[in-house]
Each structure stands twice: as C-alpha cells, then as structure tokens.
C-alpha cells in the first residue's frame, strides 16, 4: 500500500493511494494522523477500503511530508562506499568507521512532495542527497539485526539537502543538515510488505532532468537492519520515527566543478518500488 499525510482546504488528511486517487482514511478510521494509524497496526483496517471510490485526485490535494512531525529522525553520514570515497578525495577528515556515523534532523525541516525546498539567504551552497527513508512501526528498544526488519513500517523518499558551508563551520555538522524547509520527504510512504527487502533498490537524484546520482542500496556500508539494531541502543525507538539511511556518490560538493542547487531549480529523488519526491528550490 502507498499511504500518505496531505491536506486540502484547511484539513490535514490520512490517504491510500490508488492510482492517481487518494480514499480518505482518516475519514473512514478516525484516525488524526498516519503516526498515529501506524502505532495503531491497523493496516488491515486500511485493506477494507482499498476498492473504494477515490475522493480525491494527486492534482487537487497538497502533499505535507509522509510523518509530518516524527519524534525521532536520524540520519546516517557517509554510508556507502562511493560517496564516502569522494568526501575523502574532496579533502574531508572522513574514514570508514565500524559504527554507523549518526546525526539529528529536526521535524520543521521536512517538507513534501511538490513543496518548495527552501534556499537560506545565509546558505551559498545547498547540496542534494537522495536516500531511502526507513519508517519505523513498532516501537522497541536493544533491536536484535535478525529482527529490525519486522519494525519498520515502511519506507519513501528523502532529499537530505545540505548547506555544505554551515556543515563544515566546525567539525560538527548539524548547522547544515537543519536548515529549515531543507528535509525534502515523499511523496507517500510503501508498506514494507510491499519491499520486502530494502537493500536492492535503485535510487537516483535528478537536478533538472539531468541525472547526478544513480546507486543501489545494496551498496549501503551499513544495512538497514544494522542501522536499526545501532540506533535502538540509544532510545526507545517510536511508531513514525525517521531513518534517512545515507547517500551515494555525486553529491554537488564532490564534483569538478562543485554543483549546488539555487532557486528555480528542480530536483527529483527516485527511489524503485516507492516513486519520485519532486521539489522545486525556493529562496526562503
């Protein structure tokens, strides 16, 4: 199932979608949020409706980020052996390490699917990052490897946009990943029954119809179950808690020339199984 956070008039709105339909399901289960309907487990629920008349078209509803306000989002740093290979050669203090290398996102920098990503007057350079985005669905803590995978609710797309000149202010890099306006997160979320196995996705970034990033999950250093087991050490990991999982090569930083996006430009973030998050950059 694809199911996703939009709103149109003034009501945010849970919705399955089929085809080109979106059927209301918070509507139908009264529920007020899809972190919500995801601690539930009710998915089965949501099965019922899956014939149902559509009540709303992609092209008349607004896309709001797939969990709007996730308790937790943790991001992962140089997680595939290119992009880690190409921070190096671009000069950066950065090794394989035997842990994954973490980092915070805040909630007020996610925005969805056809939302402006927004450009910071103080930002010069803000870089792309397409990465899979792993939803968590049943809360646990200490998260053996072999079991990860029954805790994840599903999975979409994030453009982990980066102001590469506030990321390397100091040796900490949370400046320029929390932006606001900068989390792109979309554009609906694929049930993990529906990927069975996250680590044999294709996933692209697009800058203008040209074609910058383009890997395989299974390349990832640090597999999604890895990633999952590390993280529930810290915290209880939350129904609708965020796992941006990391990037690939050809990041605009590491290229002769650099590349960084501007307002006016549009960047796409495919992932195979899930679709395309599509934001324009806005200055804001």
């Known amino acids: 199932m694809k199911l996703m956070t939009f709103s149109?008039?003034?009501?945010?709105k849970i919705g399955l979608v089929r085809g080109k339909g979106i059927i209301d399901i918070a509507k139908r289960l009264e529920v007020s949020s899809l972190k919500q309907l995801i601690a539930d487990n009710n998915f089965t629920e949501v099965l019922k409706y899956i014939n149902e008349k559509p009540d709303y078209q992609?092209?008349?509803?607004?896309?709001l980020p797939v969990i709007p306000n996730p308790t937790h989002i943790f991001c992962i740093g140089t997680n595939y052996a290119d992009h880690l290979?190409?921070?190096?050669?671009?000069?950066?203090?950065r090794s394989k390490t035997d842990h994954p290398p973490l980092f915070l996102r805040f909630a007020d920098t996610l925005v969805g699917h056809d939302q402006p990503l927004l450009k910071s007057p103080q930002v010069?350079?803000?870089?792309?990052?397409?990465?899979l985005a792993v939803i968590i669905g049943k809360p646990g803590r200490y998260i053996a490897e072999d079991k990860a995978l029954k805790h994840v609710a599903g999975y979409s797309c994030f453009n982990e946009a980066s102001a590469r000149d506030w990321q390397f202010h100091t040796t900490q890099i949370t400046p320029g990943k929390n932006f606001f306006g900068t989390g792109g997160f979309g554009p609906w979320m694929v049930?993990?029954?529906e990927i069975?196995?996250?680590?044999n996705l294709q996933i692209k970034t697009h800058l203008n119809n040209v074609t910058m990033q383009d890997a395989n999950t299974?390349?990832?250093?640090f597999n999604v179950a890895e990633i999952i087991s590390y993280v529930s050490n810290l915290i209880e990991l939350q129904s609708g808690d965020v796992i941006a999982s990391g990037t690939p090569s050809g990041v605009g930083f590491s290229r002769d020339p650099q590349i960084f996006m501007n307002a006016g430009d549009v960047c796409e973030i495919e992932i195979e199984?899930?679709?395309?998050?599509?934001?324009?950059?806005?200055q804001g």
């Open 8 to 12: 149109y008039g003034n009501e945010v």
């Open 85 to 93: 290979q190409e921070a190096i050669d671009a000069g950066l203090p």
């Open 273 to 282: 199984q899930i679709g395309t998050l599509r934001n324009v950059i806005s």
């Open 196 to 199: 069975p196995d996250p680590q």
């Open 124 to 131: 010069s350079k803000l870089d792309y990052e397409c990465e």
């Open 218 to 221: 299974k390349d990832m250093i």
């Open 58 to 63: 992609l092209d008349e509803i607004e896309f």
């Open 191 to 193: 049930t993990a029954d």
